[in-house]
Nanobody, 119 residues
């Protein structure tokens, strides 16, 4: 089992910034991918960004340039720096962990952290 605990959400004015954190604990495989998803009210959950243990990053095309994902492997923590926020970024942000060991695949989710951008 892997536990994911997010923090850093809150209320911010349009144009502002927030930094989300997600700390992983438990039975963590050394080779994994951690990332972020978000779900806005009335919409489906969408992928935001992901980063491998080696630092390879990928972003949703619509968010490139504003969001930056990073991780500290020593702390098993992934971060999401969000800049130039706008009302459309309002959502619950979920941390995600994926790993593969042999033929087994593992995926875990955090409980989510609310980000609200006021215009």
């Amino acid at each position: 089992q892997v536990q994911l605990v997010e923090s850093g959400g809150g209320l911010v004015q349009a144009g502002g910034s927030l930094r989300l954190s997600c700390a992983a604990s438990g039975s963590i495989f050394s080779i994994n991918v951690m990332g972020w998803y978000r779900q806005a009210p009335g919409k489906q959950r969408e992928w935001v960004a992901a980063i491998t243990g080696g630092g390879m990053r990928n972003y949703a095309d619509s968010l490139k340039g504003r969001f930056t994902i990073s991780r500290d492997n020593a702390k098993n923590t992934v971060y999401l720096q969000m800049n130039s926020l706008n009302a459309e970024d309002t959502a619950v942000y979920y941390c995600n962990y994926k790993a593969r060991a042999g033929l087994n695949e593992y995926e875990y989710w955090g409980q989510g952290t609310q980000v609200t951008v006021s215009s």
